[in-house]
């Protein structure tokens, strides 16, 4: 996402909490958890509070 995406950094870092929204309402559908689950862990430090918020919300939800 981040060497596709021509956003600048703070817009992309909040994009990144939708999608991470759409993992959450997915993730019993998802086969390949454990690249989702690093995405979600490295968005833990994100520069947006709203990204990090959504990623904490997400590791505890599914206990990652």
């Known amino acids: 996402m ?3 995406c021509g956003f600048p950094e703070k817009r992309k870092a909040l994009l990144k ?3 991470i929204e759409l993992f959450s309402e997915f993730y019993v559908q ?3 958890k ?3 689950n690093e995405f979600v862990k490295s968005e ?3 520069i947006s509070p709203r990204t990090k918020k959504k990623a ?3 590791v505890r939800k ?3």
């Open 56 to 58: 904490m919300e997400f």
């Open 17 to 19: 909490s939708d999608v």
């Open 30 to 32: 998802i086969d390949n």
């Open 34 to 36: 454990v690249g989702v």
């Open 2 to 4: 981040d060497k596709r």
């Open 44 to 46: 833990l430090f994100s």
């Open 62 to 64: 599914y206990n990652i």
